[in-house]
C-alpha cells in the first residue's frame, strides 16, 4: 500500500470543525505524564498540529481500533497510527538523537532501546492523546460521525503594523529607542 502525502492545501474541504475543547491542564497532564520531563514546546507543538491536521487518518483509526464486526480486533495500535507514528519519529530523529528522546519518559528509554521497538508505544501514546483531546470516542462503540478537519481559525495570530528597527535611526535622534504615543 503506498501513501501520498499531501499538503494542506492540496485539497479543500467544503465542512470543517473546531478545535478540541479540552482545558489547559487535561493536555499539560497527558503531555506531562506521557513524555520526557524536558519535552520543549516546539515538540508538543508539532505532535498536536500533527494529530488535528491528519482527521482523515484519524477517522480510518478510529474505525479499525474497534471491533464490529467478526473477524475485525480491538487494537490501539492500527496500521494507520503506527505510520502516523513512524513519520513523526522520523520527523523529529532529523532534529537528533536527543530530541526524539524527548518522546519517551526516561523509563521507556530503558525499556525500548530502538527505532523500531519504541514506533508501537509512541502510537499508543498518540491514540491517547487524539482521546484526551476528543479527537477520536473512547468508548467501545464505533464512531457514528467523522472526524472533520479541524479549523484553525480560532488560533490564527494578531498582527499589529510597526517598524522593523527598534530605535531611531535618524542622525538627529541619536539611537533613541522607538516610542508610540496613542490614545486610549
Known amino acids: ?13 467544503p465542512e470543517s470543525g473546531t478545535l478540541p475543547n479540552v482545558t489547559f491542564n487535561v493536555f499539560h497532564d497527558f503531555i506531562s505524564n506521557n513524555f520526557h520531563d524536558d519535552i520543549p514546546l516546539s515538540t508538543v507543538l508539532l505532535i498536536f498540529f500533527t494529530l488535528i491536521e491528519n482527521s482523515d487518518l484519524l477517522n480510518l483509526h478510529a474505525r479499525q481500533k ?8 480491538n487494537t490501539k495500535a492500527t496500521g494507520w497510527m503506527k505510520c502516523l507514528s513512524r513519520a513523526l519519529y522520523e520527523r523529529i530523529l532529523g532534529q537528533g538523537t536527543d530530541a526524539v528522546e524527548m518522546l519517551f519518559t526516561p523509563s521507556e528509554l530503558l525499556q525500548f532501546t530502538d527505532k523500531e521497538t519504541r514506533i508501537t508505544p509512541l502510537t499508543i501514546k498518540l491514540d491517547e492523546l487524539a482521546v484526551a483531546l476528543n479527537l477520536i470516542p473512547k468508548s467501545k462503540k464505533a464512531p457514528k460521525t467523522k472526524i472533520l478537519p479541524i479549523s484553525q481559525k480560532e488560533i490564527q495570530p494578531v498582527f499589529v503594523i510597526c517598524p522593523r528597527s527598534v530605535v531611531c535611526e535618524d542622525i538627529t535622534c541619536g ?10
Open 1 to 13: 500500500m503506498m501513501l501520498l502525502l499531501l499538503s494542506p492545501t492540496t485539497y479543500a474541504s
Open 175 to 184: 539611537s533613541r529607542s522607538l516610542v508610540q504615543g496613542t490614545k486610549p
Open 66 to 73: 474497534i471491533k464490529v464486526f467478526p473477524g475485525e480486533k
